[in-house]
């Protein structure tokens, strides 16, 4: 007689599976990638090490499903600001200031999930998100054209270049030394300054009339 797993057991099982990345993406919060072995989450979910592998074939598998589902969230965060109400510029400078602001809630994810090296899995899932941003700029940057709010030609390049800039106009400021550089109490650039910088030269890239408040 063929065995079944009972649908308890099925249940059990997801939900530690659940469990594990949930205390994994805890880990990547608090310590960023370098911070997440598969011992120390062991002993973060309580179980053996042995049995994340019934889970996850290996860490890069987990680390890439752990970033994943945190890139998902900006995305999602991200596509609710540039498909809200206002004009397109408008709404561009919303989804920057936004997009800057998530990440300077929460500096160690937002500097893991931009540039901290990592698992060669975690690498390909940063390329598709990149590309995932990149989509969600190509249709406002469509609805601008249209609306004779931006001038521009290259939709999919210029998407590309406004991901590109996101990403270094934050790099430097969630690093690591900027972090030693603030635990120090040395006075290094504000949120403020960064989106404001970061939305007038996306404006202006994409040829927006007023980029400024």
Do not use: N
Request: charged content about 25%.
């Amino acid at each position: 007689m063929a065995y079944h797993t009972s649908e308890a057991r099925i249940d059990r099982d997801q939900a530690l599976r659940q469990r594990i990345l949930d205390c994994a993406l805890k880990r990547v919060v608090e310590g960023g990638f370098a911070s997440l072995t598969m011992q120390a989450l062991a002993g973060d979910v309580g179980i053996a090490t042995g049995s994340l592998y019934r889970h996850f074939r290996s860490k890069g598998e987990l680390a890439a499903e752990v970033f994943a589902t945190a890139s998902q969230r900006e995305v999602d965060a991200l596509a609710a600001a540039l498909r809200g109400s206002g004009s397109a510029a408008e709404r561009l400078r919303l989804g920057l200031e936004q997009f800057a602001a998530r990440a300077w809630q929460s500096r160690r994810l937002g500097f893991a999930l931009i540039a901290e090296p990592v698992d060669p899995e975690v690498d390909e899932q940063r390329l598709l998100y990149r590309e995932a941003y990149a989509e969600l700029f190509v249709d406002l940057l469509g609805e601008g054209v249209r609306a004779g709010e931006f001038r521009i030609e290259q939709l999919g390049l210029t998407a590309a270049c406004l991901v590109g800039a996101i990403a270094e106009a934050l790099i430097g400021p969630l690093s690591p030394p900027a972090r030693a550089a603030r635990e120090a109490g040395h006075v290094g650039l504000t949120l403020d300054q960064v989106s404001a910088s970061l939305a007038t030269f996306c404006l202006r890239a994409v040829g927006a009339e007023d980029s400024t408040r």
